[in-house]
């Protein structure tokens, strides 16, 4: 709700929310909180220098964070096993 005051909000941008909390969830590491904030950091960089330098291909280098994560690190950064 905080987010919706400062920002505009329109029908669809949950999707869009939602999409980047489970990237995040994914990079950082199921169950680890400290693994989501760093997630978070990762992606929220990358979504900003994306933007600045190359918009049209600024979701592009989101899930090819997601991609060299998973394959270097199946269970994320900061992941723990099962």
Same mark, same amino acid.
């Given at each position: 709700?905080?987010?919706?005051?400062?920002?505009?909000?329109?029908?669809?941008?949950?999707?869009?929310?939602?999409?980047?909390?489970?990237?995040? &969830?994914?990079? /950082?590491?199921? /169950?680890? &909180?400290?693994?989501?904030?760093?997630?978070?950091?990762?992606l929220g960089?990358?979504?900003?220098?994306g933007l600045?330098?190359?918009?049209?291909?600024?979701?592009? *280098?989101?899930f090819l964070?997601?991609?060299?994560?998973?394959? *270097?690190?199946?269970? /994320?950064?900061? /992941?723990?096993?099962?």
């Amino acid at each position: 709700m905080i987010g919706a005051v400062e920002l505009s909000m329109v029908p669809g941008e949950d999707t869009r929310l939602l999409l980047a909390s489970l990237i995040v &969830v994914i990079v /950082g590491g199921m /169950g680890s &909180v400290v693994g989501a904030a760093i997630g978070a950091a990762i992606l929220g960089l990358a979504e900003t220098y994306g933007l600045a330098y190359a918009p049209t291909y600024s979701v592009v *280098f989101t899930f090819l964070i997601l991609i060299l994560v998973l394959a *270097f690190r199946p269970r /994320g950064i900061m /992941g723990r096993p099962a």
